[in-house]
């Protein structure tokens, strides 16, 4: 299924009634990964159907670059201009409208403020942090031995710890991480920043393209590679057990070469967003003092996510685009 008739799917799911979570389930079940080539999400699927780009709509000066000509985020100091049919659409305008009807009458229904910031911003690590076995999100905990402990544990695992063998992640190693990784940006950001700001600027196409080439080959064996899985397992060739770890093994795979090549594409684009993210980084950096404790604020300015490889290895997916692995201390 391309990309556009996945688009169109999920539009047709969401007018016919059915959940986020319900969605994301049915494309998991169908075995059609996600952009990033791993499993299908609600958050995923919530951030395709409020992307007006699907309408074929366009809106610019998302970013600006001020007196000092650093690149900022524009959050309403610069007004941002509406370009209606800037490209070809994949979905009408009024199937758009009408998603959003559906999402605003589930909030009122549910109680829901915009954005979820009575829940998903309640605290820094909510809804950020990503199982790499199963795809999905952690969630926080309380854990009573003798003395009380917040933890983080895997929502597969918290419902079925056979579906998922990942163990909780102490808050405080999750904290201690990010403090450690933050120091190594302020100590060696003129050799880890700067040259990924320049490389931003002026990236080498020829370069850049053939290795992107070399990407999608790549991800093309790796899809390969799980249709065969699913047709030995369907012809009773392969355990299930068998098939489910190597299948978590390709989608694994498959989101790291997904995540070299949108980092590719980003240089070849120079997505003014990641540009500004990354002058900002360094600018934070260059002047900072090294932390000594952790700060929820600045994990919010600067990281997307957190990916857990496994219980002691995570990386921070920064909102410039790189990820930074840290080994945890638990």
Not at 187 to 215: H, I
Not at 218 to 241: D, F, H, I, T
């Amino acid at each position: 299924m391309t990309q556009s008739k996945v688009v169109r799917f999920i539009f047709s799911e969401m007018l016919s009634g059915k959940g986020m979570p319900k969605i994301a389930e049915e494309l998991n079940r169908r075995g059609i990964p996600a952009k990033t080539g791993g499993l299908w999400t609600a958050t995923t699927i919530r951030g395709m159907v409020i992307n007006e780009k699907y309408t074929g709509d366009a809106v610019f000066q998302k970013t600006y670059t001020d007196s000092n000509f650093n690149h900022r985020r524009n959050d309403g100091e610069k007004e941002k201009y509406l370009l209606r049919g800037h490209h070809e659409p994949i979905v009408s305008r009024e199937d758009f409208e009408a998603v959003q009807a559906v999402i605003a009458q589930h909030r009122r229904e549910k109680g829901i403020q915009k954005k979820q910031e009575k829940y998903l911003n309640r605290y820094p690590f909510s809804g950020k942090i990503v199982c790499g076995y199963c795809g999905g999100t952690f969630k926080r905990r309380t854990h009573a031995y003798g003395r009380h402990k917040i933890a983080w544990c895997c929502g597969t695992h918290i419902a079925d710890i056979a579906k998922c063998p990942v163990k909780y992640i102490p808050e405080s190693a999750l904290e201690y991480a990010f403090v450690t990784m933050m120091n190594k940006l302020i100590f060696a950001n003129q050799t880890v920043l700067k040259p990924l700001l320049f490389s931003l600027r002026g990236v080498n196409a020829g370069d850049g393209m053939e290795r992107f080439g070399q990407l999608e080959k790549s991800l093309e064996e790796n899809r390969r590679q799980q249709e065969m899985l699913v047709s030995l397992l369907s012809k009773g060739y392969l355990e299930p057990a068998v098939y489910k770890k190597s299948n978590n093994e390709l989608l694994r795979e498959a989101e790291q070469i997904q995540h070299q090549k949108d980092s590719i594409s980003r240089l070849l684009n120079c997505d003014s967003q990641y540009l500004t993210e990354v002058s900002e980084l360094l600018q934070y950096c260059t002047k900072a003092k090294m932390l000594r404790e952790f700060d929820g604020e600045l994990f919010s300015r600067f990281v997307e996510r957190i990916h857990v490889y496994e219980r002691e290895r995570i990386g921070f997916e920064m909102k410039c685009g790189v990820t930074l692995k840290e080994r945890l201390v638990i």
